[in-house]
């Protein structure tokens, strides 16, 4: 399902004593939090006066946040963009889209059920599909992954052996 806003990260903490925080990204790249110029605090658009990667987190600096304590006030706040800022290309989507798709074998054409979560892993990123069984599908385009339809809220997987949690 298409989302309006995409949560990017969450503050985890403070940096230094000039304002500064850490953002823990919510994806394996921390760099793409450095690509937008606006984001959403509380609902309220702010724009960081620096934002750059520093040992797989990001750190940032806003306007009005000029000290160790009132960076900590910001702890635990989420950041979000809008999704019209990130100009994706027709089929890109963000993982966050994905929960709640409906997944199908694309060879029979039965429903699996849905995407619950999307784990990241370091060879590639894996599904979690449950409906009367439980799928662990590697985000693997055209090996296991035929086809993927935000509009639609439907993905067409390819289904192999094994991919049931419940099979041995």
């Known amino acids: 399902m ?12 403070a940096h230094g004593i000039r ?3 850490r953002v823990q990204p919510e994806g394996p790249d921390p760099a793409l939090l450095t690509r937008f110029k606006t984001f959403y605090l509380d609902s309220q658009p702010v724009i960081p006066t620096a934002n750059h990667v520093h040992k ?12 160790m304590d009132a960076a900590l006030s910001l702890k635990g706040k989420d950041l979000y ?9 027709p089929g890109e989507f ?20 849905e995407v619950t ?11 979690t599909v449950k409906g009367e069984k ?12 035929e086809s993927v339809d935000i509009d639609a809220n ?7 052996e094994g991919m049931a949690t419940d099979e041995h």
């Open 154 to 160: 439907r993905m067409e997987v390819h289904v192999w």
């Open 117 to 127: 979560a999307v784990e990241n892993y370091p060879a590639h990123q894996v599904y």
């Open 94 to 113: 963000f993982d966050q889209e994905l929960l709640g798709v409906e997944v199908f074998d694309c060879a029979t054409g039965a429903r699996l059920g």
């Open 56 to 67: 797989g987190v990001v750190l940032m600096k806003f306007p009005g946040v000029d000290d």
């Open 81 to 89: 963009i809008r999704r019209a800022d990130a100009h994706l290309k």
């Open 19 to 21: 304002g500064e925080v």
């Open 2 to 13: 298409k989302l309006e806003t995409i949560k990017l990260g969450r503050i985890v903490n």
């Open 134 to 145: 439980e799928y662990l599908i590697p985000a693997v385009k055209g090996a296991f992954i």
